[in-house]
């Protein structure tokens, strides 16, 4: 009978992280060449190891046994306030992904409460997130509301 155990992500764990949210976006966005993922990978273990100290990146993870077999991320964002969001804190959470096998069976929405739970704790009560259509339920059920308004963007190469 399996154990799912939760943890909160520390920056000794870098490594791992990167690897499965690159893991994550080739899953999401189809396999790119190694030299994309060798830069992308450079690029995350700094940023990991920048802001997870700094409190400004929060995940967690779901492991059975020792094997990651879950995960969920959240970016801290400071914006000015709002009449919604006077503090301007928004816990942007992404990066939600559960191997294949381990699927519908609440890893996610423990995953996600789990982020919540960490985001109030440091005073964020204005949470956002992007979905792909197979996690749009998930969220619904957790309180999360479609934005109605649209989003731009520009990439500059």
Known sequence: ME???YERVGVEDTRLLVKYRVQFLIELMGNKPDESINLLSKELESYFNEFIPLGKY????AK??????GIGGMAIRLNPGSFKNPTGKVGYIMNMYTLPAYRRRGISSKILQKL?????????????LHATKEGEPMYIKHGFEQHTEPTYRKYIE
């Open 58 to 61: 929060v995940c967690w993870w």
């Open 64 to 69: 059975d046994q020792d094997e990651v077999v």
């Open 116 to 128: 919540i739970n960490s985001g109030r704790e440091m005073g964020i009560s204005f949470f956002e």
């Open 3 to 5: 154990y799912i155990k």
